[in-house]
């Protein structure tokens, strides 16, 4: 039951996401559509990643942007999307909090990350096609990135064993004073199901996108 292009998912168990670096966003401070190379341990490329934004919804919207996320494998087939529309990025507006769905293949979706209220924590929960959840997501209380890795711990829903991680990691003074390229890891077990492998890539560009 593996969506095509997918079936490279079911033999890892860790993944790399590397935002490129683009010059225009350094030199003039203008957003860009991000672009990332999805690797794996070895450092080689498995996926590419492309948004899809309009110019004046990038600048305008900045970290509350909605957008179409291509995810495109090695021979140029787009393997998975994900959509996440226009929400709030207040705590405050617990109605109106993040969401994002992916598409395994495109038009056919598999699961959502949908973010749940929390007065100081990032937090997130995923769920599978028919809106079930399967597992949360939590976030340090502090944000901070300097000098040290940011981890999301996915948990089980009792939250009684660590089923994965979302890591983000501290890229250097330089890179990270004068870009905001991100480097990310996820790890989750090989024998996880291949969709919900899917989804937390998902979730990753959904933290990814909200500056954490």
């Given amino acids: ?58 600048n305008c919207c900045g970290p509350s942007r909605p957008f179409s996320l291509r995810i495109i494998d090695n021979l140029g087939h787009e393997v998975i999307r994900l959509e996440r529309p226009l929400r709030c990025s207040s705590c405050f507006f617990p109605c109106c909090l993040q969401e994002l769905e992916v598409q395994a293949p495109p038009g056919n979706p598999v699961g959502y990350v949908v973010q749940t209220w929390h007065p100081c924590l990032p937090k997130f929960v995923i769920q599978n096609e028919k809106r079930m959840d399967i597992l949360k997501i939590t976030g340090p209380c502090i944000v901070c990135s300097c000098c040290q890795d940011v981890n999301f711990e996915v948990k089980s829903m009792d939250e009684t064993s660590t089923v994965g991680r979302i890591s983000k990691q501290w890229s250097g003074i330089l890179k990270e004073a004068l870009t905001d390229a991100d480097n990310f890891g996820i790890t989750f077990p090989m024998d996880l199901d291949v969709k919900m492998k899917a989804v937390m890539i998902g979730a990753c560009f959904l933290i990814v996108s909200l500056s954490f």
């Avoid at 559509?33 to 919804?57: M, P």
């Fill in 1 to 58: 039951n593996c969506p095509p292009g997918l079936e490279y998912l079911t033999q890892i168990d860790q993944i790399l996401i590397h935002q490129q670096i683009e010059l225009l966003e350094i030199l003039i401070d203008f957003e860009t559509n991000n672009k990332y190379e999805i690797k794996n341990s070895l450092g080689q490329r498995v996926y590419f990643a492309a948004e899809d934004t309009d110019c004046c919804t990038r």
